[in-house]
Structure formats: structure tokens, C-alpha cells
Nanobody
Framework: QVQLVESGGGLVQPGGSLRLSCAAS????????MGWYRQAPGMERELVAR???????NYADSVKGRFTISGDNAKNRVYLRMNSLKPENTAVYYC??????????????WGQGTQVTVSS
């Protein structure tokens, strides 16, 4: 069993910052990639940022330059620093991980989500 647990969400004013954290635990041989997705009310879930095991990253165009994803491979953790937050960034943010449990078993795992609300 593999679990992802997010933390760090909350209420922040426009222009403010938050740092999200996600910890992966369980039967993990290696992690191919970890990322953050978000889903706003009435909208589809979308990719925010992704970091691969080699350190390369991908960002949604709307957050590039404001958000930064980073990881700690030794601790199976991923972080998302969000700066210059806007009301349209309000959403539930989900941690995702592509995990190799063993040579024959690959898993696509999701956390429970953490609410981020940007409002004045």
C-alpha cells in the first residue's frame, strides 16, 4: 500500500504565498515522478507542476514564473511554493506520484487533496 498525504493549504490574500508539501510512504522501490494537480469548482482537474526523478520539471503556463516545484528524493517528498497568488488559483490541490513498487508493479497514486483559497 502506498499513501500520499498533502499539507500546507489554507486561506491567503491575493499576492500572498503558500508552500504545499506532499509525503509518500509505503511499499516504494522508486518514484518516477511526482506532481501537483488542482481542481476548481465546476472545472476539470489540471496539471500545475511536475518533477521527474532526474530533476526536470514541467509547469502549466499560467503558473510559470510564480510557482516552484521541488523534491527531496531521500524523504519521498515534493513541495510546491506558490507566490503571487491570484483568486483564480483557488482550488483543491492534489499530489500525484508515479511509483515503481517493484519491477512488475507500477502505480499511479493520488493524495486526498488540500484546499487553497485566495480571497481578500
Amino acid at each position: 500500500q502506498v499513501q500520499l498525504v498533502e499539507s500546507g493549504g489554507g486561506l491567503v490574500q491575493p499576492g500572498g504565498s503558500l508552500r504545499l508539501s506532499c509525503a509518500a510512504s509505503g511499499s516504494i522501490f522508486s518514484i518516477v515522478a511526482m506532481g501537483w494537480y488542482r481542481q476548481a469548482p465546476g472545472m476539470e482537474r489540471e496539471l500545475v507542476a511536475r518533477i521527474n526523478s532526474d530533476g526536470t520539471t514541467n509547469y502549466a503556463d499560467s503558473v510559470k514564473g510564480r510557482f516552484t516545484i521541488s523534491g527531496d528524493n531521500a524523504k519521498n517528498r515534493v513541495y510546491l511554493r506558490m507566490n503571487s497568488l491570484k483568486p483564480e488559483n483557488t482550488a483543491v490541490y492534489y499530489c500525484n506520484a508515479d511509483i515503481v513498487e517493484n519491477i512488475k508493479t507500477w502505480l499511479d497514486c493520488w493524495g486526498q487533496g488540500t484546499q487553497v483559497t485566495v480571497s481578500s
